[in-house]
């Protein structure tokens, strides 16, 4: 659909300004005017690969932005300003790319459409769950309230986001500079030893030879080596940004042992806290079923949940639907079906939220207290059979002297 930047006059005067999207400039003066506005002007919007670059790099702030951005939201509505004018005010006050962030909101609701709406524009920034909670919200008059709970839910994942990322970067960092102490042994100290492993012709070792051979191609053949690198870091790079092969790597990643169960931990926390979540602020069950397919990667869960979701709109309970599936293990499916029993699904899913929440950070303690010693140890094997073949070469020619 086509978007439109536009310029009207409120009835107190104030010149208000965004982008809509809109079949025609007609719709969008009739959009003006039925809000009480005076159409200055109503232009399309250039769609050229730099503009629409500029945009989308304008729509993109940092997550923990848009929580910070979000909280303050929260209090000026729970303050008693209107939606609008606490947009307003955080433009003014806040980081340039979450000024741009709010204009666009803003510009978004003055066009005539709702708070959800303006943050569907988003996906990059806020979830569809988010979006889904906001929308009840709405519809309740608790909106401030339901910002506040999604400030919640986003400070927990992004202390998880963290720990889980501490887990992965510790070892990398290891293993990276393994790889260039490495590179600059085979690259620099290697050759000064050539001259004096010439002499020994035949009688050197068959793991001095070994690295001596490993230095030589690599000098002769570095710009292979490097466009190899490149092409490997490229390949990575754009084969995680397909959404279908993501879901595939991190499900292969996933059966490995030692990581299978905490990544089990990890979904079910992330579908159980989502759930409940919806739950709490007013989304109905086979609307909260629906939104957590885009949460899912693995394909195996995006059937489970379509299945659950389907039995659940035919009028099967829900714990039901759910316990024929792989998609939670049995202990949250048994707790669900006592919150099903009860009726009390949103405070039970909560509960089992915490539980697996808390159970997976006991597990990520773990995997890096063993990680770390692990790669170390590997790394120093690695690094210390290069030094002992080199001193053992050495020790050689200088026996042969003597």
């Known amino acids: 659909m086509p978007q439109f930047r536009y310029r009207a006059v409120t009835p107190a005067g104030e010149i208000v300004a965004g982008e809509v999207d809109a079949s025609s400039r007609e719709e969008v003066v009739r959009r003006i005017e039925y809000?009480?506005?005076?159409?200055?002007?109503?232009?399309?919007?250039?769609?050229?690969?730099?503009?629409?670059?500029?945009?989308?790099?304008?729509?993109?702030?940092?997550?923990?932005?848009?929580?910070?951005?979000?909280?303050?939201?929260?209090?000026?509505?729970?303050?008693?300003?209107?939606?609008?004018?606490?947009?307003?005010?955080?433009?003014?006050?806040?980081?340039?790319?979450?000024?741009?962030?709010?204009?666009?909101?803003?510009?978004?609701?003055?066009?005539?459409?709702?708070?959800?709406?303006?943050?569907?524009?988003?996906?990059?920034?806020?979830?569809?769950?988010?979006?889904?909670?906001?929308?009840?919200?709405?519809?309740?008059?608790?909106?401030?309230?339901?910002?506040?709970?999604?400030?919640?839910?986003?400070?927990?994942?992004?202390?998880?986001?963290?720990?889980?990322?501490?887990?992965?970067?510790?070892?990398?960092?290891?293993?990276?500079?393994?790889?260039?102490?490495?590179?600059?042994?085979?690259?620099?100290?290697?050759?000064?030893?050539?001259?004096?492993?010439?002499?020994?012709?035949?009688?050197?070792n068959s793991g001095a030879a070994f690295v001596v051979a490993c230095s030589s191609l690599l000098r002769r053949n570095l710009d292979l080596f490097l466009g190899i690198c490149l092409f490997l870091v490229v390949g990575t790079w754009l084969v995680l940004r397909n959404r279908e092969w993501r879901a595939r790597i991190i499900g292969a990643v996933t059966l490995l042992p030692g990581i299978s169960e905490l990544a089990g931990d990890r979904r079910t926390a992330r579908i159980v806290g989502t759930l409940g979540l919806l739950l709490e602020n007013g989304v109905p069950l086979p609307a909260a079923l629906k939104i957590l397919r885009d949460i899912v990667t693995e394909p195996r869960y995006v059937a489970a949940l379509d299945s659950v979701h389907e039995q659940v709109r035919n009028g099967r309970r829900f714990a039901e639907a759910l316990a024929d599936t792989t998609l939670l293990p049995p202990l949250a499916v048994r707790m669900l079906r006592v919150g099903d029993e009860v009726g009390d699904v949103a405070n039970i899913v909560r509960h089992a939220s915490r539980f697996y929440e808390h159970k997976l950070g006991l597990g990520l303690d773990r995997l890096m207290g063993a990680i770390g010693p692990i790669t170390i140890i590997v790394v120093s094997i690695v690094i210390g059979t290069l030094i002992v073949s080199i001193m053992s070469s050495l020790l050689s020619m200088t026996d042969l002297a003597q």
């Open 35 to 204: 809000l009480g506005h005076l159409t200055i002007d109503a232009e399309p919007v250039t769609t050229g690969i730099l503009t629409r670059s500029r945009k989308s790099a304008g729509k993109a702030p940092r997550s923990r932005d848009v929580s910070i951005f979000l909280h303050q939201l929260a209090l000026l509505l729970g303050a008693g300003l209107t939606l609008e004018a606490a947009l307003q005010t955080l433009s003014d006050n806040t980081s340039k790319g979450l000024a741009g962030f709010a204009q666009d909101l803003r510009a978004s609701i003055s066009a005539g459409d709702s708070f959800a709406e303006a943050l569907e524009q988003h996906t990059v920034a806020i979830e569809p769950a988010y979006v889904a909670m906001v929308r009840a919200g709405e519809a309740s008059g608790k909106l401030d309230a339901v910002l506040r709970a999604i400030v919640e839910d986003r400070s927990r994942k992004e202390v998880l986001t963290d720990r889980i990322n501490s887990a992965i970067r510790y070892p990398l960092f290891l293993v990276g500079s393994a790889i260039v102490i490495l590179l600059f042994f085979l690259m620099y100290v290697v050759p000064q030893f050539e001259p004096v492993f010439a002499d020994l012709g035949g009688r050197l």
